[in-house]
């Protein structure tokens, strides 16, 4: 069972930013498509960025222009820089891998990590 582990996170002040890294057990094959979700308390969760082998990504809406999502050309590892953070981007933030499109519906989710954005 593919497990994916999750390094990054933490408080920030708004403004701020953070650098999220996420890596998986498989070696063997790349995967192709690599992303993250976040959920804050009381709310669902929902795709922040993900990022194909092909160079294809997305981003949601409320990100756009402030987050960045990479991944590494020879490893499953992908990367979210997070840039001008706002108190809303708080949440815990999950990293998900093995779908096969970008609507990264894939079955494999790393632990989570807080991110804290607060003055």
């Known amino acids: 069972q593919m497990q994916l582990v999750e390094d990054g996170g933490g408080l920030v002040q708004p403004g701020g930013s953070l650098r999220l890294s996420c890596a998986a057990s498989?070696?063997?094959?790349?995967?192709?498509?690599m992303g993250w979700y976040r959920q804050a308390p009381g709310n669902q969760r929902e795709l922040v960025a993900a990022a194909a082998t092909d160079g294809n990504t997305k981003y949601a809406d409320s990100v756009k222009g402030r987050f960045v999502i990479s991944r590494d050309k020879s490893k499953n590892l992908v990367s979210l820089e997070m840039n001008n953070l706002k108190l809303e981007d708080t949440a815990v933030y999950y990293c998900?891998?093995?779908?096969?499109?970008?609507?990264?519906?894939?079955?494999?989710w790393g632990q989570g990590t807080q991110v804290t954005v607060s003055s």
């Open positions: 498989i070696t063997t094959y790349r995967l192709s498509v």
């Open positions: 998900n891998a093995g779908a096969y499109d970008l609507e990264l519906t894939g079955p494999a």
